[in-house]
């Protein structure tokens, strides 16, 4: 299997090189050859394919695509460029997956590509990162226990790390207005901003005090709601990591940062996303999937969605998580990298806790 990363070069690019010559060829795509050659040099690969194509060259970027299986974009902020990468796999009939995490760039794609994709057999799944494809396949679980649903809120808490990366910071910089704004929620069957958080408040897993939470544009509000049946998601960060993201960050500082955490800051770094869901008969159920190093889950499942696609091709278009991969098998998946998921329906686990305000 091959298969070609764009934006290799960048910090998350190179981890999702190395991770994935475990299982596969790869070809390192990007705007600068340079910078490629580079990047192919310092994860010990100096004689990997590289091919430069800027975003806006659509026939090398189609050229590219064509010797791979499926496409992983990391080049993030996915915002201004994302578009065209996505129409030049469809156009390369290749499949694609994407690490972004920019909610609205995220819902440009299922609104703009099913059709196009469909038409030439490509499977899409944008968003294949550490938070949207577990919360995702999570949430679709739970509603196989508990039936419709009245409502699912997604939380999510990260503790240690050493902070974002270059990119990420960049991609916070296109998303400031919907930070600000809370993001996208979605009720009563459309998604648009300004819905009122249900939540403020969660006791977390093994805690006892509850943890103030705020509204968060998550990626999972967009995905869950296309093969869930539930009247309202909302996406909702520990409110202290919200208030942090939310103050607008100057470009000349962050191009000053080292490009990312080190290795060991990586280590440090623990997620819990908490997946409630409230039944339309009013049972309860709780998913929470934990694990370690945003970044380097993010490589583990960006390629494993890569490699499952070109593998056993789900149905054309653009797909949630939960539409494209059988969840418990690729959760599962997980497990030999430190990623625990558990489901919980019929108990009070926290539910209890939570502040709800209808
Ligand atoms: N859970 C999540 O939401 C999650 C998790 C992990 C990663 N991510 C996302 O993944 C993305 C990548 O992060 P990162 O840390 O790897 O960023 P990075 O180190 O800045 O790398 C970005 C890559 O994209 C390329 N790029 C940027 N703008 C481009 C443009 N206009 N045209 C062509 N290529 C362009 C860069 O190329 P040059 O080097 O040539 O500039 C570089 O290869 C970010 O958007 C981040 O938010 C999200």
New binding site residues.
């Given amino acids: 299997m091959k298969l070609a990363i764009y ?7 190179k981890l999702i090189v190395t991770e994935a010559t475990r299982s596969a060829e790869v070809i390192l795509v ?3 050859a340079a ?1 490629l050659r580079e990047a192919a040099a310092t994860i010990g690969l100096p004689e990997a394919d590289v091919r430069p194509a ?2 806006d060259d659509h026939d090398a970027l189609v050229a590219a695509f064509r010797e791979a299986d499926a496409v992983i974009n ?5 915002t ?2 994302g578009a065209a990468v996505v129409r030049a796999a469809i156009a390369a009939g290749r499949h694609y997956v994407d ?4 909610q609205s760039y995220l819902k440009e794609i299922f609104d703009t590509f099913g059709a196009a994709a469909e038409a030439v057999g490509v499977t899409v799944v944008p ?1 294949a ?4 494809v577990p919360a995702d396949l999570v949430a679709g679980l739970l509603a196989e226990r508990l039936g419709p649903l009245e409502e699912i809120s997604s939380i999510h808490v990260i503790t240690g790390g050493g902070g974002p ?4 910071l ?2 916070v910089i296109e998303s400031m207005d919907l930070i600000k704004a809370g993001g996208l929620g979605y009720d009563g069957g459309a998604w648009r901003v300004g819905i009122p958080a249900r939540h403020t408040s969660i006791i977390l897993p093994g805690g006892s005090e509850a943890v103030p939470v705020a509204k968060f544009p998550l ?1 999972e509000v967009v995905t869950i709601p296309r093969h869930v049946q539930v009247r309202h998601v909302e996406g909702l960060a520990e409110a202290a990591l919200s208030a942090r993201l939310s103050v607008p960050l100057d470009p000349a500082i962050i191009a000053g940062l080292p ?2 955490p080190t290795e060991e800051d990586r280590r440090t770094q623990r997620f819990t996303y908490v997946i409630d869901a409230v039944a339309t008969d009013g049972r309860h159920g709780r998913g929470v999937v934990q694990g370690p190093d ?2 380097g889950t ?1 490589a583990v499942i960006a390629v494993e969605s890569a490699r499952r696609l070109a593998a056993n091709p789900a149905k054309p278009g653009v797909l949630a998580p939960g539409q494209a991969y059988d969840p418990a098998g690729f959760l599962d998946s997980l497990l030999p990298h430190g990623v625990h998921w558990t489901i919980e329906v019929g108990g009070d686990f926290g539910v209890a806790s939570l502040d709800v305000r209808r």
């Fill in positions: 934006g290799a070069n960048g910090y998350q690019g990007g705007r600068d910078r800027a975003a990391c080049a993030g902020p996915f201004p460029t690490t972004a995490g920019e968003a990162n550490d938070a949207c990366s270059r990119g990420s960049r991609s990626c490009e990312g945003t970044y993010t």
